[in-house]
């Protein structure tokens, strides 16, 4: 079957780094997404990545090991803003994407 | 960048009557168009995908003859929710993939939908 892990809720501190992980099973690969979900609205695009390695985007940056079947979204120089939910999502053989549970982003002043 | 915009955002609907939710791409062609379903605390669902031209494709689980799907043109995809019952109060939120940047989905902003 297919398969996107997360942990579900993650709490860090104003101006800190967080790392926020996604492990994967899917059948085919055509990229992986994350988004930014805040409470009641629809998922905004951060990245996506389809060749290994870190894509950067200004204080967000994500990361891509296909053959280990894993991502990561790192935000750096957090801000209470960026309190949401994070979530990852593959593209599979059929161009669909496969979602993630989410990951509750917490950020304490 | 491309927009999608969805119609109406927010709709309270007595039980048994039928709702009708637009999604619009704005600025680009879109040849398909996903509607998904997002329950409280939980990630969102595929409900079915929408090809312009031609029938839905629906998910697992998903009743086609209650959750009408008519992507009439290259902009526009409607999902109907008939007869609409209180277990259908639900965020739907739909996404087109453009022609030009087939890998990445636009999503609008999506429609809360209040059934009492």
């Known amino acids: 079957g297919q398969n996107i892990d997360q942990p579900t809720e993650m709490t860090a501190t104003e101006g800190a780094i967080v790392q926020i992980n996604c492990t994967y099973q899917t059948s085919g690969f055509n990229g992986l997404f994350w988004y930014q979900q805040h409470a009641g609205e629809a998922p905004t695009f951060l990245s996506y990545?389809?060749l290994d390695g870190l894509e950067e985007k200004g204080r967000f940056s994500s990361f891509l090991s296909r053959s280990k079947g894993y991502s990561y979204l790192l935000l750096k120089e957090l801000q209470m803003k960026d309190s949401a939910s994070y979530l990852c999502?593959?593209?599979?053989?059929?161009?669909?994407?496969?979602w993630g549970a989410g990951t509750k982003l917490i950020i304490k002043p | 960048g491309a927009v999608v915009s969805q119609h109406p955002s927010r709709v309270i609907c007595k039980s048994g009557t039928s709702v009708k939710i637009e999604c619009r791409s704005l600025d680009f062609q879109a040849t398909t168009m996903f509607w998904y379903r997002q329950f409280p605390k939980k990630s969102l669902m595929l409900m079915a995908t929408s090809n312009e031209g031609s029938k839905a494709t629906y998910e697992q689980g998903v009743e086609k003859d209650k959750f009408l799907i008519n992507h009439a043109s290259l902009t526009l995809s409607t999902l109907t929710v008939t007869s609409a019952h209180p277990e259908d109060s639900s965020f739907y939120i739909c996404?087109?993939?453009?022609?030009?940047?087939?890998?990445?989905?636009?999503f609008g902003p999506g429609t809360r939908l209040t059934v009492l």
């Open positions: 999502a593959v593209m599979d053989s059929n161009y669909q994407l496969i």
């Open positions: 996404s087109a993939r453009s022609d030009r940047e087939s890998n990445e989905q636009f």
């Open positions: 990545n389809v």
